[in-house]
């Protein structure tokens, strides 16, 4: 019961944080719009489209964390938390072809001369770059709490948003102090931007990668499964331990060593012993496979 509530919270503070990014992105794209067209600035309409897309990867990432939650059926016997990590790459998708249409669109612009950005979109996106920066941090500590990786990619999305309305503003203002002819710095602005743009493209993409191909990343959460181990009486140390992640959970297989003396059904009982302890003192379990065999001279403890 305590595990499920405690799940239950995170898939809580998880959908709470895709809500406000949300409603963040759809208010701020308006803006970035709006202020873009009005101030005749290629930087904001850029960051506009980025603003667009992360609507619609929010929810993209709203669907797929729905979806990651389901129990598990005859079809998926360990449950569907492999579809948060594919969302996230369909949250990439989004990124990259946000970026591949400002650079587009940004050198197009440098190639053809047009009027200097209005001094008001300053205004604007410094208002912009504060809001942006305090939903990277109200996002990520929701991603935190949960322990999803989509919510915490989508909160990178706010960061990197930040990032490239400050780099808008540092062409637009550049453009404003040093005349017409510098007008194409508002487009470098939005180059800028769209590498950026890419370069956290691929910092949510790489730790998605790693959890769809069960990749090892979690030595920390492996040394605490270890300790916590060898604090059940019989447990006399610890061998193989393999953690992948599905979803916002962990399913562990450990090796635990025990006293060859022990009969069958004194080391069945010593198992599901470990795997309730585990379970009760790191609730991301979801489940732990527990593997007994006799103690010998070669052995992992921690």
């Not at 970035?32 to 005749?40: D, F, I, R």
């Not at 909160?155 to 102090?177: E, K, M, Q």
Request: hydrophobic share 45%.
């Amino acid at each position: 019961m305590v595990y499920l509530c405690i799940m239950e919270h995170q898939q809580q503070q998880a959908r709470r944080g895709i809500y406000w990014s949300l409603a963040g992105n759809v208010f701020l794209a308006l803006a970035k719009g709006v202020t873009g067209l009005l101030g005749n600035s290629f930087a904001l309409l850029a960051d506009a489209i980025e603003s667009s897309t992360d609507v619609f990867s929010s929810l993209l990432v709203l669907l797929g964390l729905r979806y990651a939650h389901r129990p598990p059926d005859a079809n998926h016997p360990y449950g569907h938390g492999k579809a948060e990590p594919l969302t996230t790459f369909g949250v990439v998708v989004f990124l990259v072809a946000s970026a591949a249409i400002i650079i587009y669109q940004g050198i197009h612009n440098i190639r053809h001369e047009h009027e200097l950005p209005a001094p008001f979109t300053l205004i604007v996106l410094g208002a912009i770059i504060v809001i942006k920066e305090t939903f990277y941090r109200l996002v990520k500590r929701r991603g935190q709490d949960s322990g999803s990786s989509t919510v915490a990619a989508d909160a990178w999305h706010h960061r990197s948003d930040a990032i490239t309305s400050l780099a808008a503003f540092l062409g637009i203002g550049l453009a404003l102090l040093l005349g017409p002819e510098y007008a194409a710095l508002d487009d470098w602005a939005a180059l800028v931007a769209a590498g950026i743009i890419l370069y956290n493209a691929y910092r949510i993409f790489r730790p998605a990668l790693g959890e769809v191909m069960d990749e090892h990343r979690y030595d920390a959460l492996e040394a605490h499964i270890r300790r916590q181990a060898l604090a059940v009486p019989g447990i006399q140390a610890t061998e193989k331990c393999y953690v992948r992640k599905l979803g916002m959970q962990y399913w562990v297989d450990l090796h635990a060593q025990v006293g060859g003396h022990l009969t069958v059904d004194e080391g069945h009982a010593l198992a599901h012993r470990l795997k309730d302890h585990l379970q009760a003192q790191i609730p991301q379990l979801a489940e732990v496979h527990i593997h007994v065999e006799p103690v010998g001279p070669q052995h992992v403890t921690i």
